[in-house]
Each structure stands twice: as structure tokens, then as C-alpha cells.
């Protein structure tokens, strides 16, 4: 089915195609005529589904094809969507100018980390539609720099990452100061019962949709393993970069420090390559990023953290350089490639100390990964394991986001002066004087990383059987889907699975 028979307007249609897009996917198949009709929406689909479209194509149609109810001289706010990463929260702001190109809509984002006076302007001027992670949200709502009185559409996108991330008291709060008539919609990619209880307060008569998880056959990605031994990695993977010219090769490390290491042993081999984690400043984070997305930069090694929501199209190579402590993980990592129905391929460099996250990885996707062993790179068979380092950041240490555990707010991560490992300010309450980092328009300074690992987001625990009648309960009901999300975030707090 094409994009012509979803009832989409010819604006949009012409800048769905300009994108290249020519088929929707299941998602959008679904999600757009129901969200062109009005009504409250609940979407079981994680990202890489093509959600984004999915719930930003019907409501930049409807905006566009409805007046604002109150006539002003300003543009009133007319829809929100919340996000848990400032990372989502600029990808979608962009999606909603690409897709929104013909129509003459505007769009702003915001979130912490970055002035808040650049925002301020933006919605001084008018915006139709906002972009926000909850906590500058709410800064927002305080300094009441931002009016939500004519608010026609809230989507809730990334819903258990967000309440993953400790933010259900500032979702409520931000509920609390909307227009009770609304339009709903909830994207998650796991219902548990907190999810099940946001969706019944919120929705009201909701049509259910949901896509299959498309990670857990994998199908599209092809896999592999590199055994090889644990101090010939680097070595290997230079060697493949250079054997295959490899370009926009997204490399996972366990640990910040592995990161910096190997994208500076990287360097040195005359690859070049950037590390983005948590101690990175947000403009080294967004340097990174857009190098690596205009193809300057051939690696960007990665923490699982920082990883989070990076969106590129078509990312065609992922290299596990260690194997994650946590097999759901290895599903994240490998899911940054084969976008959105394009193909990708994912390697792994796997060395004797990780033979046994490898099983539980093989037992997690239900099937084992081709092993390929290298020319030249023949791990000793007589090596013997050793511990791995299992901190990784986030894991074992303080809850690293949300605001309930007294985390900063919204992903801010700037470096304290002088110490690499600071935490960053809470957003909006920064000490540093509002607007001191440029911010350009509102989309700037953009692609900070999450700070905490979104625990439900893993394989296995799969969206709910498809409801066909307008309840969530038929979604949502039956045994809670994220037991093992519930179980691995207590893990995460106590150093994952005690591992
Ligand atoms: P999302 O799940 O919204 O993060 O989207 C994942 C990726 O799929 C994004 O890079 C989109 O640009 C891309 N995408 C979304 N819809 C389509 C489509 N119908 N055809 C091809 N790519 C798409």
C-alpha cells in the first residue's frame, strides 16, 4: 500500500516522497488513519518502526487543515510531544520540519542543557508545535514562558522510557496544566503495569495499534561473530575497517574510558573516529554526531547510554567491540543498524572472558550468531578468562536520570570544570547564566545523550498480542511484558542482574 491511500494531504505527500519513503510501514499504516480521525491513540512500536511519521504526518495534517479555536495574535501551542532524551526530542523536531517542509506550521524543541532564553523567544514568536522532554517542560510551565491553554494533541512518545527515567511525577505534573479536551496518543514499546495505568488514566476509548518488535528475529541485520583474543580487538578492528572501507561504523564499548581509548588508538591508526558517552560535554556530543552523520567521521565509538536514540538512516555497520553486560542490550546495540527496512550488519568482537554473554545473548535472540574467525587473528586456544570489568556507566553506580532519585533532569551532562566525570546541571535551573550556550534556533545544541539505560526497551519483552476492540485492557492485560524490565531495573540499581 502506498502513502497516496492513507487520506494524507498532497504537502505532505510531496515531502514524504522527497524523503524517499515509498511504502508506509505497518506502524504508519495503522497509526495515521487512526490518528486523522480524532480520536486517542495507543501504539505498541519502539523506535526504528517509523513511529515518528507515524504520529507526525496525521497531526501536522490535522493542524494544518484546522484553524486554532481562539483566534490571536500569536500562534497558539497546539501540540506537544514529550520525549525522554533530548536526543528523541531533537530527531523528532527535525522529522517534524522535514515532513512539515510545504506546510506553514512551526515547530520548536526543548530540553535541558542548553539556555533556556533561546526557547523563550521561540515561543515568544509563535510555534504550533513543541518538542519537549518533561523537565524544561516544566520549567516552562513555572516561568509560565509557555501557554498550553490551547493545546489540541499530546503524544507521549517513548512512554516507558520516560517512566523508566523517573519522570511519571513530571508527566503528571505537565498533565495537570493541559486543556482537559484533547487528543491523546501513547507510543510505548513495552506495557507494564505503570504504563497500563498512564493509558488508562490518560486515553480515553483509544484504537490499539501495535507492530511486532522488529528486533527479535533480526532478520534484516546480518550477524556475526569475531572470536578473537581480548588485547588483538583493536587491532582486528582496524584491520576490517581498512579491509572492507568500512564508513559510518557505530562501535559499543562497555565503559566511557573504553570508548576514549580505542577512538584515540583509532586515530592513531589513521581511522578517524570520536567517542560519545556521558562525560562528554553536550557540544563535543553534538560534533560528534554530526560529523558522523555527514560521513567526516568514519567511527564513533559509543557507550550503550549514549547510543540511545541516535537515528541515523541506514546506519550500515555496528560492531559490538565488547559484548554488553546485559544481552537485552546486544538487541539496542545491533537494532542502530537495518533501519526501517534497510539492511545492516552487525559484528562482534568476542575474546574467551565473554564467552558466557555471548550464551545468554544466543539464548536471548533464540538462535546462535555465525562465527567467523579472522586470518591472522586466531584467538589462543589456550587463554584463560578473566573477570570483566562489569561497571559500565549507569550500572552498579547511581541511578544515573530521572528526577525522583535526585539525578539531574532532561539528560544535562555538562563537565564540571576540571573533573571529566561530573554531572551535569538539571535543566532550566542550570547555575550558568540562561543563554550562555548558543543555542541558535531552538534546534540547536542538539543530540545530547540519555543518561539512563531505558531497562523495558529489551527483547523479550514483546508489545502485548494485538487488541482488536477499542480497550486497552485487551492490550495492555493478561501478565505484565516487562517482568524482566521490572527485574533488570532493580538489577541495574544494584549492578545489573549481580553481575
Ligand atoms: P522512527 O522509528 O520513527 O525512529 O524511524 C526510523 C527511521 O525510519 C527514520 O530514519 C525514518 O526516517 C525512517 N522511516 C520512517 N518511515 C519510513 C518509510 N515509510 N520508509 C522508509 N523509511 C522510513
Known amino acids: 500500500m502506498s502513502f497516496d491511500s492513507l487520506g494524507l494531504s498532497e504537502p505532505l505527500l510531496r515531502a514524504v516522497n522527497e524523503l524517499g519513503y515509498t511504502n508506509p510501514t505497518p506502524i504508519q499504516l495503522q497509526a495515521i488513519p487512526a490518528v486523522l480521525k480524532g480520536g486517542d491513540l ?4 519502539q523506535t526504528g518502526t517509523g513511529k515518528t511519521a507515524g504520529f507526525t504526518l496525521p497531526i ?9 479555536a481562539a483566534a490571536g495574535s500569536k500562534r497558539p501551542v497546539r501540540a506537544l510531544i514529550l520525549t525522554p532524551t533530548r536526543e ?14 510545504y506546510l506553514k506550521l512551526r515547530s520548536t524543541v526543548m530540553f535541558g542543557g542548553v539556555g533556556i532564553n533561546p526557547q523563550i523567544d521561540a515561543l515568544r514568536r509563535g510555534v504550533d508545535i513543541v518538542v519537549a522532554t518533561p523537565g524544561r517542560l516544566l520549567d516552562h510551565m513555572q516561568q509560565k514562558t509557555i501557554d498550553v491553554s490551547q493545546l489540541e494533541i499530546l503524544v507521549l512518545d517513548e512512554a516507558d522510557r520516560m517512566l523508566d527515567m523517573g519522570f511519571i511525577h513530571d508527566i503528571k505534573r505537565v498533565l495537570a496544566r493541559l486543556p482537559q ?9 513495552t506495557f507494564s503495569d505503570e504504563i497500563k495505568a498512564l493509558a488508562d488514566s490518560l486515553l480515553d476509548s483509544p484504537a490499539l495499534i501495535e507492530v511486532a518488535r522488529r528486533n527479535t528475529t533480526a532478520e534484516r541485520i546480518e550477524q556475526k ?39 584515540e ?14 562525560n562528554k560535554s553536550q557540544s563535543a556530543r553534538t560534533r560528534a554526531l554530526a560529523e558522523f552523520k555527514d560521513q567526516t567521521l568514519q567511527v564513533l565509538v559509543a557507550t550503550d547510554i549514549a547510543a540511545r536514540g541516535i537515528d541515523i538512516d541506514q546506519l550500515p555497520h555496528v560492531v559490538n567491540f565488547d559484548l554488553p553486560n546485559v544481552p537485552e542490550d546486544y538487541v539496542h546495540r545491533i537494532g542502530r543498524t537495518g533501519r526501517a527496512g534497510a539492511e545492516g550488519e552487525a559484528v562482534s568482537l568476542v575474546c574467551v572472558d565473554e564467552l558466557q554473554l555471548l550464551k545468554d545473548i544466543e539464548r536471548l535472540i533464540k538462535r546462535p550468531i555465525p562465527q567467523e574467525v579472522i586470518a591472522g587473528f586466531e584467538p589462543d586456544p589456550n587463554a584463560k578468562p578473566e573477570p570483566i570489568q562489569r561497571r559500565s556507566q549507569g550500572r552498579g553506580g547511581p541511578r544515573e536520570g530521572g528526577r525522583a532519585h535526585g539525578g539531574s533532569q532532561d539528560q544535562a551532562r555538562a563537565p564540571k570544570a576540571g573533573n571529566s566525570a561530573g554531572q551535569g546541571q538539571r535543566d532550566g535551573r542550570s547555575s550558568k547564566p540562561a543563554g550562555a550556550k548558543p543555542a541558535g534556533h ?6 545530547a545523550a540519555p543518561r539512563r539505560p531505558e531497562a523495558a526497551h529489551a527483547a523479550g519483552h514483546a508489545p502485548a498480542p494485538r487488541a482488536k476492540a477499542g480497550n486497552p485492557g485487551a492490550l495492555l492485560g493478561g501478565k505484565s511484558r516487562n517482568d524482566n524490565g521490572g527485574a533488570r531495573r532493580d538489577g541495574m540499581r544494584t549492578g545489573g542482574r549481580g553481575r
Do not use: C
Not at 42 to 45: D, I, R, T
Not at 60 to 68: D, E
Not at 181 to 189: D, E
Open 42 to 45: 495507543l501504539a505498541g512500536a
Open 181 to 189: 479536551k484533547r487528543q491523546n496518543l501513547l507510543f510505548s514499546a
Open 265 to 278: 588508538q583509532l586515530t592513531k591508526d589513521g581511522i578517524s573516529a570520536l567517542a560519545i558517552h556521558g
Open 60 to 68: 501536522l495534517q490535522r493542524l494544518s487543515q484546522m484553524a486554532p
Open 88 to 101: 528523541l526530542a531533537a530527531q523528532v523536531e527535525e522529522s517534524v520540519r522535514a515532513y512539515g517542509k
Open 442 to 447: 531552538a534546534n540547536a545544541g542538539v543530540k
Open 225 to 263: 561473530i569475531h572470536p578473537v583474543d581480548r588485547d588483538r580487538k583493536r587491532e582486528l578492528l582496524t584491520h576490517l575497517i581498512r579491509q572492507h572501507d568500512w564508513f559510518q561504523v557505530l562501535v559499543f564499548t562497555r565503559t566511557k574510558h573504553g570508548a576514549n581509548r580505542l577512538a
